[in-house]
T-cell receptor, first 108, second 113 residues
Framework: GIQVEQSPPDLILQEGANSTLRCNFS?????LQWFHQNPWGQLINLFYIPSGTKQNGRLSATTVATERYSLLYISSSQTTDSGVYFC??????????FGTGTRLLVSP | EAGVTQSPTHLIKTRGQQATLRCSPISGHTSVYWYQQALGLGLQFLLWYDEGEERNRGNFPPRFSGRQFPNYSSELNVNALELEDSALYLC????????????FGNGTRLTVT
């Protein structure tokens, strides 16, 4: 089956720092989403980005489908950005396969 | 607009019992998905329902089952509970069609003792 790997697995930042999270996938996919799971387990949809670049405030994402990777950029990080970031790729029949996650801790 | 709602928030059961988890999708969403997030593991796809029918199923034993009601809400049933079923169960919904993003509920944390 398809492999979805994220890097780095863990990331510790000082408040105000920038970071880049990466998602590599091993096969062609229909779509890709980025999610943020906060410390209370809530999963929030950040971007729906099969290709190209999107921006939402301090966050932006780029997917290069032909090269099978996606990047999530976090600028001027805040403590509320802490949590786990997942990318998920959509195969046929709307089945989402989630990546391994990047655990982010932003310290004040 | 109300988001995806799940109930209960927490559920504690003993081994061998049955658990029923409920999910109400966002208004207008006809597809409902169930995922399991066990401790130390990523999110695993369980089930997808659309228009009352089961459309796809993940790699889980038959004791994991569910249904979708005419109002598009959904139930996940887990029979003959085992200790390793302890996990966060997340429900998501989406509009019909292939290019609709998923929106997740807050989850039900199931603990099996």
């Amino acid at each position: 089956g398809i492999q979805v790997e994220q890097s780095p697995p863990d990331l510790i930042l000082q408040e105000g720092a920038n970071s880049t999270l990466r998602c590599n996938f091993s096969d062609s996919v229909n779509n890709l989403q980025w999610f943020h799971q906060n410390p209370w387990g809530q999963l929030i949809n950040l971007f729906y980005i099969p290709s190209g670049t999107k921006q939402n405030g301090r966050l932006s994402a780029t997917t290069v489908a032909t090269e099978r990777y996606s990047l999530l950029y976090i600028s001027s990080s805040q403590t509320t950005d802490s949590g786990v970031y997942f990318c998920a790729v959509e195969l046929g029949f709307q089945k989402l396969v989630f990546g391994t996650g990047t655990r982010l801790l932003v310290s004040p | 607009e109300a988001g995806v709602t799940q109930s209960p928030t927490h559920l504690i059961k003993t081994r061998g019992q049955q658990a029923t988890l409920r999910c109400s999708p966002i208004s207008g969403h006809t597809s409902v998905y169930w995922y399991q997030q066990a401790l130390g593991l990523g999110l695993q796809f369980l089930l997808w329902y659309d228009e009352g029918e089961e459309r796809n199923r993940g790699n889980f034993p038959p004791r994991f089952s569910g249904r979708q009601f005419p109002n598009y809400s959904s139930e996940l049933n887990v029979n003959a509970l085992e200790l390793e079923d302890s996990a966060l169960y997340l429900c998501a919904s989406s509009l019909p069609g292939n290019n609709s993003p998923l929106h997740f509920g807050n989850g039900t944390r199931l603990t099996v003792t």
